[in-house]
T-cell receptor, first 111, second 115 residues
């Protein structure tokens, strides 16, 4: 049974700092892993999707890596800004095409 | 290209009532997925429909049900509402068996409040 864990649960950093969010999954037989952003009371915004055959994806200041063998993915945010404050969720797609979500990392970037 | 749309955006019901949530997938997508995000809990998979049939179901009671129409839009019905059904309900769609079944695109969600 796939389980997805995100560490840390909450993170507070000063503006401009580079930071790394961690995601671990127990079953390496995944189709893809997706990182989302969720603002309070809102739905999901897809940030990056990494297929199982890929090692990393980049979009602007965001870089996500995937290491299936170790069951880990990281989301790197460069030069953080107050607008980056949100909850970040990772989700692994495996088995019968359902995403298993982590519980998220609440990020606060201080101006 | 229009994304996944959901209606209504907000829904208020009382205990014991029924709620109906609707989802329209991206044009060309045949698979629709439903997820629940209850307060204090993570996002959990509810249901998956493809080509009009239920393909998979999460660990939810039978009062959570749905259907998919010939145009691939979907309804999620929640009967005999309980307070703990208050949650954000997200719908996602993918190409389904005809193509890239793995990539799911999410809608903005319906926030259900049960009083």
């Amino acid at each position: 049974k796939q389980e997805v864990t995100q560490i840390p649960a909450a993170l507070s950093v000063p503006e401009g700092e580079n930071l790394v969010l961690n995601c671990s999954f127990t079953d390496s037989a995944i189709y893809n892993l997706q990182w989302f952003r969720q603002d309070p009371g809102k739905g999901l915004t897809s940030l990056l999707l990494i297929q199982s055959s890929q090692r990393e994806q980049t979009s602007g200041r965001l870089n996500a890596s995937l290491d299936k063998s170790s069951g880990r993915s990281t989301l790197y945010i460069a030069a953080s800004q107050p607008g980056d404050s949100a909850t970040y969720l990772c989700a692994a797609l495996s088995g019968t095409y359902k995403y298993i979500f982590g519980t998220g990392t609440r990020l606060k970037v201080l101006a | 290209e229009a994304g996944v749309t959901q209606s209504p955006t907000h829904l208020i019901k009382t205990r014991g009532q029924q709620a109906t949530l609707r989802c329209s997938p991206i044009s060309g997508h045949t698979s629709v997925y439903w997820y629940q995000q209850a307060l204090g809990l993570g996002l959990q998979f509810l249901l998956w429909y493809d080509e009009g049939e239920e393909r998979n179901r999460g660990n939810f009671p039978p009062r959570f049900s749905g259907r998919q129409f010939p145009n691939y839009s979907s309804e999620l019905n929640v009967n005999a509402l309980e307070l703990e059904d208050s949650a954000l309900y997200l719908c996602a769609s993918s190409l389904g068996a005809s193509g890239d079944v793995e990539t799911q695109y999410f809608g903005p969600g319906t926030r259900l409040l049960v009083l």
